[in-house]
Nanobody
Framework: VQLQASGGGLVQVGGSLRLSCAATGRTFGSPHTAWFRQAPAKEREFVAAISWTAGNTYYADSVKGRFTISRDNSNGAVYLQMDTLKPEDTAVYYC????????????????WGRGTQVTVSS
């Protein structure tokens, strides 16, 4: 499976961006597709995830109410709508496929795509 994230860019505080994650080569789908981000000098962190079966969604506390993850069953794409962006949202955003355990807040991601840079200017 190859994943490709796109849609990043430069936006002002309070603005919006919509990231897309396109997948190719998928034969058996992973349970979840998720977005992660990594800011300079910081560890990678979980942002949001969606399950392909029930469509359940999960969000990091830092983005709840501002970000929305969705999927398109017709083409296997996953999107991340980011609203009310803040400078602390600046990071490289990655999409990944694998398993998310929302109870333990752990994950095991099988496939990672190249990231897309999001920069929020103040």
């Amino acid at each position: 499976v190859q994943l490709q994230a796109s849609g990043g860019g430069l936006v002002q505080v309070g603005g919006s961006l919509r990231l897309s994650c396109a997948a190719t080569g998928r034969t058996f789908g992973s349970p979840h597709t998720a977005w992660f981000r990594q800011a300079p000098a910081k560890e990678r962190e979980f942002v949001a995830a969606i399950s392909w079966t029930a469509g359940n969604t999960y969000y990091a506390d830092s983005v709840k109410g501002r970000f929305t993850i969705s999927r398109d069953n017709s083409n296997g794409a996953v999107y991340l709508q980011m609203d009310t962006l803040k400078p602390e949202d600046t990071a490289v955003y990655y999409c990944a496929e694998g398993v998310i355990d929302p109870i333990s807040a752990s994950y095991d991601m099988y496939y990672w795509g190249r990231g897309t840079q999001v920069t929020v200017s103040s």
